[in-house]
């Protein structure tokens, strides 16, 4: 079978959303409404705002408004890998903080323990598997640097476990496979649907007050808080935190550092017990290439394999669209490369194939502020790592809007914002020259070109 025909029954949807225990829509929001706390987005980020605000403090009168249904977006369409880091790994967290990367590990580290005591403590069932993730080589160059960045962890008296060609392919077995590193604690899997659900129900439980297709179409000081517009009505709010991430900001000044990068995934059917038996996988790691251009693939609950990656794509104007979600070129790539990863797979077909918006920055990992005297605060630019990190964004928001100064608040990496992408034209150009640099880069054994190594030199976060 080739991968065209393998595509051929594909649904245009995301799987995790079409699991049957998606919860009904909540109402619209009608008329006015008065709150203590406005949260505004229903993926992770908001969710986590709102349901960490009511335990810090019960008594608090909080609101979310999302434009859709919670976790129709990047919270219920990504790949469930839910990561520890919140530097967007070792790597680009040594590169840009190395004086606090030790603090910045440690808060990662609390963070992922506290999702899942929470998961535990609110009941949410979301299919968490802390199987830790193995990255691995499939070029040469690629083994020598995941040596380096095996040594560099080690020096921050971090766990990781290098794996040789023999010991990886007993773990996972691929032809293309050539060694790996495993971390087994960091990572862990969820099924990222019923994980915003999850935190959905918990809100409501804690009482937070939830309207869904209800976007906020504005901001603006009201008397003492903020008034955000909605179509039918406004809320008006002593405070508010802005969790809409890939979608325009409320906040203008917002928009310069956040572009929308479309990322691609196919999921195949169950695995037979043969099929599986033939690529091992019994640990149930996430995995993901050392690539520039990687694909990250995972099992699911009942052993079907998501394939994911290798296309990030930005469209001219930066626009959010429905229709980008699906791109069939790209599904025939990730369905080939797949095919060549696991030959003995041959038959397998994919059930699901879809697409959306990640919220990417310069620096490739998340900041932080305030705005209107710090009435609003915001979090944004997690690049993919929304599934752990956002929790810790919650967090910082909350912080900055409570005034408090905190271990969270006088890191560097909340202090200090990235680089703002250019206006367009030479926005696309750029990230367009990037994209085909990097492409080179795998080609020709990892060498970055001048255009590379000067976005180096810059602290730009092109480096995957």
């Not at 520039?292 to 104007?317: M, P, Q, T």
């Amino acid at each position: 079978m080739d991968s065209a025909r393998a595509l051929s029954d594909a649904r245009p949807t995301p799987f995790w959303l079409e699991d049957p225990g998606r919860p009904a829509a909540l109402p619209t929001l009608v008329g006015d409404t008065r709150c203590d706390l406005l949260v505004v987005g229903g993926g992770y980020s908001g969710l986590w705002t709102a349901l960490i605000a009511k335990e810090r403090d019960p008594a608090l009168d909080v609101v979310l408004v999302e434009g859709q249904e919670v976790g129709w977006a990047a919270s219920g369409r990504n790949g469930g890998f839910c990561a520890a880091s919140l530097t967007h790994g070792f790597g680009n967290g040594l590169q840009r903080w190395p004086s606090e990367l030790g603090r910045l590990e440690r808060l990662g580290v609390a963070n992922l323990d506290g999702i899942e005591a929470a998961l535990e403590r609110h009941g949410i069932d979301a299919e968490w598997e802390r199987t830790g993730e193995i990255d691995i080589a499939t070029q040469p160059h690629q083994l020598d640097e995941l040596q380096e960045m095996a040594e560099a962890v080690s020096r921050y008296g971090l766990d990781i476990t290098v794996l040789d060609r023999d010991e990886l392919r007993a773990q996972v077995d691929s032809p293309t496979f050539l060694g790996g590193v495993w971390d087994k604690d960091g990572v862990a899997m969820v099924h990222p649907a019923k994980l915003a659900w999850g935190l959905k129900e918990a809100c409501l439980r804690q009482g937070v007050r939830i309207y869904e297709h209800t976007p906020a179409s504005a901001l603006r000081e009201h008397g003492a808080g903020m008034a955000v517009r909605t179509p039918y009505g406004r809320v008006l709010a002593g405070k508010v935190a802005l969790g809409t991430n890939a979608f325009p900001s409320l906040l203008k000044r917002v928009r310069p550092y956040i572009v929308p990068v479309y990322d691609y995934a196919l999921m195949t059917e169950p695995l037979s017990a043969e099929q599986l038996a033939s690529i091992g996988w019994h640990g149930r790691q996430g995995l993901s290439d050392s690539a520039n251009k990687f694909h990250y693939f995972r099992l699911s609950a009942d052993n079907r394999i998501l394939w994911g990656g290798y296309d990030a794509v930005y469209r001219f104007g930066g626009q959010v669209r429905h229709e980008y979600d699906q791109r069939p070129e790209t599904f025939s790539t990730l369905a080939r490369n797949f095919f060549q990863c696991f030959p003995q797979l041959e038959g397998l077909r994919f059930t699901n194939a879809w697409g959306g918006a990640i919220d990417t920055c310069t620096r490739f990992s998340a900041f932080f502020d305030t705005a209107h005297q710090g009435k609003v605060a915001y979090a944004a630019g997690f690049t993919g790592l929304g599934v752990g990190a956002t929790r810790f964004g919650a967090e910082v928001m909350l912080d900055l809007l409570a005034g408090e100064r905190t271990e969270r608040t006088e890191l560097e990496m909340v202090r200090r914002k990235p680089l703002p992408f250019p206006p367009e034209p030479v926005r696309w150009a750029g990230i367009e020259i990037t994209t085909r640099s990097l492409e080179h880069a795998d080609r020709t054994g990892g060498r970055r070109n001048l255009w590379l190594r000067t976005l180096d030199r810059m602290g730009l976060g092109f480096d995957s």
